[in-house]
């Protein structure tokens, strides 16, 4: 039987797989991590950390979601939720998502008649990613991420 920790490949192969999956999302070949991405990667997908990321705009953080996400997701892992405050910006990042081969959606009040088409999506694991607005997300009835079952 295999368990979830043996099914981590040793840090270096998890860089070169993480790498490999930055310059997909990227479209660049050459691409690399900037300082301090790789080591939130790899605190959240070698050594089951969780990571709060307070950077300046255009740092990367959405690559580090997504180079994490589609990691652990290679693993076994379920989806990765991510608190965005701003609905424009979830937009954008779904967008940038699906461009990278990440399935996401956002939960925000600017969407609430796709939110059970969104819950349908996360019960069928057909989902990489969810964002979702601190407001919405907890405080209105019936949020997906309030009824659905935690793993």
Request: charged content about 20%; some cysteine.
């Amino acid at each position: 039987m295999t368990t979830t920790t043996d099914a981590i490949p040793k840090v270096d192969d998890l860089r070169t797989q993480g790498v490999a999956i930055l310059r997909r999302l990227v479209g660049r070949n050459n691409a690399d991590f900037h300082p301090g991405q790789w080591e939130i990667i790899e605190a959240l997908v070698a050594h089951h950390r969780r990571a709060l990321v307070v950077q300046r705009t255009g740092w990367g953080k959405s690559a580090v979601y997504f180079v994490a996400t589609l990691l652990q997701r290679a693993i076994g892992s379920g989806p990765t939720l991510i608190v965005s405050p701003l609905i424009a910006l979830m937009r954008d990042q779904v967008a940038a998502a699906k461009r990278a081969g990440v399935r996401a959606a956002a939960i925000s009040s600017a969407n609430a008649t796709e939110w059970p088409e969104i819950a349908q999506r996360l019960e069928a694991d057909d989902l990489d990613v969810l964002l979702v607005s601190p407001p919405n997300a907890w405080s209105i009835p019936h949020s997906p991420v309030g009824s659905c079952p935690s793993s």
